[in-house]
């Protein structure tokens, strides 16, 4: 990444909160210069990005949505799983098919289980679906109308988390496809030493290292956001077009 746009995205941060409070022009410029000055030391994160975290959601209104209503829809989902009986519609009918098939797997096999399950959905705009060109769905929308991208991840988060993986084992990630040249999202699911990526576009779970064409955006989980500076060595990257314009 160039010191401009490395600049550019640090600028960006701050305008959301992410790096942290309002500074005097001369502090933040100091602060932008430092993280320059580090920023190829600290490439290490998922995706081979420098990363930014922060403890607050602001700026992120969709996933905070969509964790209120998980929250309030959560109960209706438990006593699914603990009785068939209150499983009253189709959507908590399979919510409790794949939660039951994998709970006795392997760590590994839960993740390959979820990834399987979810990426049956066929795949729909969000203007198909809702009328407008962003939305992030919850679980029981997901599996009510299918979705896009991050619907998919959103999905295969609760139900990992309900298998037992920890918040802080996973992110949804908004990234750059640099080969489409359009946003994505994706699941990581930190695995030991490695970071598993399950991606809507495919069955195959591989470690995040293997993907030299995603460049990250931002990633989040229930407490916790990360903006995310540069990547792997890539090739010429595409202006960010936005999630609207993924396929």
Known sequence: MTRRGFLAACAALFAVGLVGPSVGAAAGDTMLADLAMTS??????????AEVRSDSLQGLPQWTRVLADMQA?????????????ECATPVLTNWR?????AQGLSRREKVTA????????????????YGRSEYWATLREFMTRSGDCEDYSIAKYFALRKLGF???????VILMDQI????????????????????????L????????????????????????IGGFEKQSKPPYQGLATRK
């Open 97 to 101: 098919k794949i939660i039951a098939a």
């Open 166 to 172: 920890g918040k802080d084992e996973m992110r949804i």
């Open 205 to 228: 779970i591989l470690p995040h290292t293997r993907y030299k064409h995603y460049a990250p955006q931002y990633s989040m989980n229930e407490t916790t956001r990360w903006a995310h």
């Open 40 to 49: 190829q030391a600290l490439g290490n994160g998922l995706f081979g990005s």
């Open 73 to 85: 829809e959560g109960p209706v989902f438990d006593r699914c799983l603990a009785d068939a009986g």
């Open 114 to 129: 979820v990834n399987d399950f979810f990426n049956r959905w066929p795949y729909k705009l969000d203007q198909e679906i």
């Open 180 to 203: 489409r040249g359009i946003g994505h999202a994706v699941l990581a699911v930190y695995d030991g030493d490695d970071i598993l990526i399950l991606d809507s576009l495919s069955n």
